[in-house]
């Protein structure tokens, strides 16, 4: 509980709200005061209005934080929800675009030098689907009639070594820069990420495969390094937030599976992760996305306190913490 005081305590709104809710499982409704002061953050408010207008960034590239996927992903992550109005048409735009199998759309334009159409057309890729589909279960869409489906869709490309590069007839035959039978490890990841927030796929052999996939990659991440995802120096920095493929992300992602606990390989990540704690119990980032200057975790030269939190959640997941 000191830890929890001392974080708190150099906390923004926005992030007190989420370690009071999430860490120390506080009711919301007693939150409602510290909630308003949340929405009053020009920042929140910057992220929301970038998130309602969902559709409005055409995707180019998924590791950008300015995506409204990676936006909506936060807000909801920090405790915000659909009775937050942008939230609410947010959901409802990336509901407007599904197909046969039910799997959600987002706009996109891959070049024809790719071997996509080069036009501006909804489909979906590997690497933003499942974010769609995490999203609406975040946000407390109905499983059964608007996401079961989809997610059942995508689960069913799993191969024997995990997830592939794959994305809808709408993008042609674009493919990442890798060897077609290799798994694409952020797809994997992001696939992971989805499967780990629904109950009935966390004893099924497609996670237990992709949990596999993942600490292999770790365990030989000085030899193998499929579609150029690497597990080297970049890799194992400290960063934030948990939205691409890295160290604290995986870790992250992987704390949620008892099969993941349950290994040497995925330990010796948190031990990597405890390891670079201050002596002020916090974190300090080691990398940034410069797209995130003026937040906490935009800066390398003094701690984060949301990068803390992301990192103290993991440590709380694992069973020596109970």
């Known amino acids: 509980m000191a830890e929890m005081e001392r974080l708190l305590s150099v906390s923004e709104p926005w992030l007190a709200y989420c370690i009071r809710l999430h860490l120390l499982h506080e009711d919301k409704g007693a939150l409602t005061e510290l909630k308003r002061e949340v929405l009053q953050d ?17 995707v180019r590239n998924h590791k950008n934080p300015e995506l409204p996927i990676h936006r909506l992903l936060f807000l909801l992550d920090i405790g915000l929800g659909r009775d937050v ?16 199998r039910g799997i959600y759309q987002s706009l996109t334009n891959v070049p024809t030098h790719f071997g996509g159409m080069g036009e501006d057309v909804f489909g979906w890729c590997l690497c933003d689907a499942p974010l769609l589909l995490l999203a609406l279960l975040k946000a407390g869409i109905a499983y059964d009639r608007h996401i079961k489906q989809g997610a059942d869709s995508l689960a069913g490309l799993c191969r024997e070594q995990g997830f592939p590069c794959a994305v809808s007839p709408e993008h042609g035959k674009f493919r990442g820069p890798g060897r077609k039978d290799d798994c694409c490890p952020y797809a994997t990841l992001a696939m992971l990420r989805l499967l780990a927030e629904i109950p009935e796929y966390q004893n099924k052999e497609v996670v237990r495969k ?3 996939i993942l600490l292999s990659l770790w365990e030989n991440s000085l030899q193998r390094h499929p579609y150029m995802f690497y597990m080297g120096t970049d890799f194992r920095k400290l960063k934030a937030p948990a939205m691409w493929y890295d160290i604290v992300s995986v870790a992250d992602c992987l704390s949620k599976f008892a099969c993941a606990k349950e290994d040497a390989r995925f330990m010796e990540m948190v031990r990597l992760i405890e390891a670079k704690r201050g002596e002020d119990g916090l974190f300090v980032p080691e990398a940034v996305y410069l797209k995130c200057k003026g937040w906490d975790f935009g800066q390398k030269k003094a701690p984060s306190p949301y990068l803390t939190f992301l990192c103290e959640r993991i440590m709380r997941r694992l069973p020596s913490a109970r």
Do not use: C, W
Request: glycine fraction near 8%.
């Open 42 to 58: 020009k920042r929140i408010q910057a992220y929301l209005a970038d998130a309602a207008n969902f559709h409005g960034v055409l």
């Open 210 to 212: 992709s949990v596999h």
């Open 85 to 100: 109005p942008e939230i609410e048409r947010a959901t409802g735009e990336i509901m407007r675009h599904k197909d046969g």
